[in-house]
């Protein structure tokens, strides 16, 4: 389908309030990329200057190498759906598919046959007949997206299209849209989303948006494995990561750290240097990677507070000193059923290759 390559792209509103600065991104053909980031980061902002609803002010867009800054939304091959289904009530499903082409002045072969091949992938041909009013959320949503495909775009914007649903919903058209990119290999996709399921479970890459700009770009599993920041350990993951206050101790290939909330030190497969022993870090671990222990070294020791009994896992919160707070929540996720941790004193390590320390917001394991 189509690259796209944004270099240095900004906006501001009224050449003051600056929203977004310095974005540098390379999309190739065959990409889903998802933009998450906190409300109020440029995501949405970012999805509509690539649609060309919004102006870019700084920098330049090209898809396939054309410059697009100046090219109207019309003529960029963009196709976009909105969080709202935006259908009209009084077509059909299958008019309201074909509008798009109609006003193209498609003639009606081609427009009988788009409309079909879309409706086929999307599971829609008994519905073709039906107005909107007769569908569900889902469905509904599935005719937005197949207005779409019809029109063959270049790249596919996703703007929150499973906001508007209720949980089920959310996740059965998730999941018919995976499968709908699958059968679509060769289609160049960005979607915006604040739900990091969404990002985790779709994403060929996903795009972090913090402090007016890019905290990471990389696959799921990298930001979750491997983030650079702590912003983006928090952000990606839930619940979020633990932070802890620590004291390197022993540098190497292997670092040994302390931390005051523990006791003795612990392993963290982190490469660092002479000059690194007695660095001040934030000691990054995720709840579902707390070990409990009876040794004398562990990173965490602290009364159980709250117990959330899953089922399949166990949530033990714990309030303890915060690097950054007065007050911290730690939380520990354990495999199984332990309704009788409340108020007992549990001694939590981790697996050295689970443990992330950050200096000055910063991950130690991407230090030049």
Request: glycine share 8%; proline share 5%; with cysteine.
């Amino acid at each position: 389908m189509a690259n796209l390559n944004l270099t240095d792209v900004g906006k501001a509103y009224g050449g003051t309030v600056e929203v977004l600065k310095d974005i540098n991104l390379d999309i190739t053909t065959g990409e889903l990329i998802v933009f998450v980031g906190p409300s109020g980061c440029g995501k949405s902002t970012l999805l509509r200057m690539i649609a060309g609803l919004e102006k870019i002010t700084a920098g330049e867009l090209l898809i396939d190498g054309d410059r697009m800054n100046d090219v109207p939304p019309a003529q960029r091959g963009i196709a976009m759906v909105f969080q709202s289904y935006a259908l009209y009530p009084h077509m059909t499903v299958r008019d309201n598919m074909a509008f798009a082409l109609k006003l193209a002045k498609k003639s009606n072969d081609e427009i009988d046959a788009a409309v079909n091949r879309a409706a086929k992938v999307l599971q829609l041909d008994e519905y073709l007949d039906r107005l909107p009013k007769a569908l569900s959320g889902g469905q509904r949503q599935r005719v937005a997206i197949g207005r779409s495909i019809v029109r063959d775009p270049k790249v596919y914007l996703f703007d929150e299209p499973l906001s508007n649903l209720d949980a089920s919903l959310r996740v059965a058209t998730r999941i018919e849209i995976a499968q709908l990119k699958e059968s679509m290999p060769n289609s160049t996709m960005i979607y915006v989303t604040h739900d990091q399921v969404e990002a985790m479970t779709l994403a060929s890459r996903i795009v972090v948006l913090a402090n007016k700009g890019i905290a990471q770009v990389g696959t799921p599993l990298e930001l979750y494995e491997r983030p650079e920041n702590e912003f983006v350990a928090q952000f990606i993951g839930s619940p979020a990561m633990n932070l802890l206050a620590g004291e390197i101790v022993e540098t190497g290939e292997v670092t040994r750290v302390a931390c005051p909330e523990g006791a003795g030190t612990f392993a963290a497969n982190i490469p660092t240097q002479p000059s690194d022993k007695g660095l001040k870090v934030n000691v990054g671990i995720r709840p579902e990677d707390m070990i409990a222990t009876d040794g004398e070294d562990y990173a965490f020791a602290h009364e159980v507070s709250i117990v959330e009994a899953l089922g399949e896992v166990t949530q033990l919160y714990f309030e303890a000193p915060s690097p950054a707070a007065e007050t911290n929540t730690v939380i520990a996720k354990l495999a199984g059923i332990h309704t009788d941790m409340r108020g007992k004193t549990l001694r939590l390590t981790a697996d050295p290759a689970k443990v992330h320390l950050f200096s000055n917001g910063k991950s130690l394991l991407y230090r030049s």
